[in-house]
């Protein structure tokens, strides 16, 4: 099986030596639905797309390949609204 790398935003707390290096993901698509768990994001070099808070996952500290930059203050407030609304918390 092929994988491939994805584009995607990590929220996480920092964990602890005794804990497991996991933390949630919110991936970016570019098929996009235009729900409202999406958050638009244009990004130099890549397709139009979103970050798909419907699409949370989890995975391993060391899956992670690197970081590509950050992420503007507006547009992670969004996603973590996306995120809440898409969890029902508020």
């Given at each position: 099986?092929?994988?491939?790398?994805?584009?995607?935003?990590?929220?996480?707390?920092?964990?602890?030596?005794?804990?497991?290096?996991?933390?949630?993901?919110?991936?970016?698509?570019?098929?996009?639905?235009?729900?409202?768990?999406?958050?638009?994001?244009?990004?130099?070099?890549?397709?139009?797309?979103?970050?798909?808070?419907?699409?949370?996952?989890?995975?391993?500290?060391?899956?992670?390949?690197?970081?590509?930059?950050t992420l503007?203050?507006?547009?992670?407030?969004?996603?973590?609204?996306?995120?809440?609304?898409?969890?029902?918390?508020?």
């Open positions: 099986m092929v994988q491939y790398a994805r584009l995607l935003i990590v929220l996480s707390v920092a964990f602890l030596d005794h804990e497991r290096a996991v933390v949630t993901y919110v991936p970016r698509t570019t098929l996009l639905r235009n729900t409202r768990f999406e958050v638009a994001h244009p990004a130099r070099g890549f397709d139009p797309g979103a970050f798909d808070a419907q699409g949370l996952g989890g995975v391993p500290v060391t899956k992670l390949l690197r970081p590509l930059g503007d203050t507006a547009t992670l407030q969004q996603v973590e609204i996306a995120v809440k609304s898409w969890l029902g918390l508020r």
